[in-house]
């Protein structure tokens, strides 16, 4: 079993930056390939972004392709959202998953969560 626990959220203007990360326990991290999802009010969760075990094959949704970038440190047990020219829309509970085997992008996929950290961008 692997536990999450993500840091970095919290509340920015229209355009900035921030830099969520995710810090995994358990067994190998490595082994795992990690997404983060997010979810606003009253909606669904829905998948960001996706990176394989290696690092080697990333997904991003469509909202966030080319503003965000998930990134991963193996040897440090962690995996990172960097998220860019941030919008309004944007702002949602983030929540970082990990699945044993190849990526997917569907929350269902998803074996293991963290609690989540709260992102809001002020307009």
């Known amino acids: 079993q692997v536990q999450l626990l993500e840091s970095g959220g919290g509340l920015v203007q229209a355009g900035g930056s921030l830099r969520l990360s995710c810090a995994a326990s358990?067994?190998?991290?490595?082994?795992?390939?990690m997404g983060w999802f997010r979810q606003a009010p009253g909606k669904e969760r829905e998948f960001v972004a996706t990176i394989s075990r290696s690092a080697g094959v990333t997904n991003y949704a469509d909202s966030v392709k080319g503003r965000f970038a998930i990134s991963r440190d193996n040897a440090k047990n962690s995996a990172y959202l960097q998220m860019n020219s941030l919008k309004p829309e944007d702002t949602a509970v983030y929540y970082c998953?990990?699945?044993?085997?190849?990526?997917?992008?569907?929350?269902?996929?998803?074996?293991?969560w963290g609690q989540g950290t709260q992102v809001t961008v002020s307009s």
């Open positions: 358990g067994r190998t991290f490595s082994s795992y390939s």
């Open positions: 998953a990990a699945r044993a085997g190849n990526t997917r992008l569907g929350r269902e996929d998803y074996d293991y």
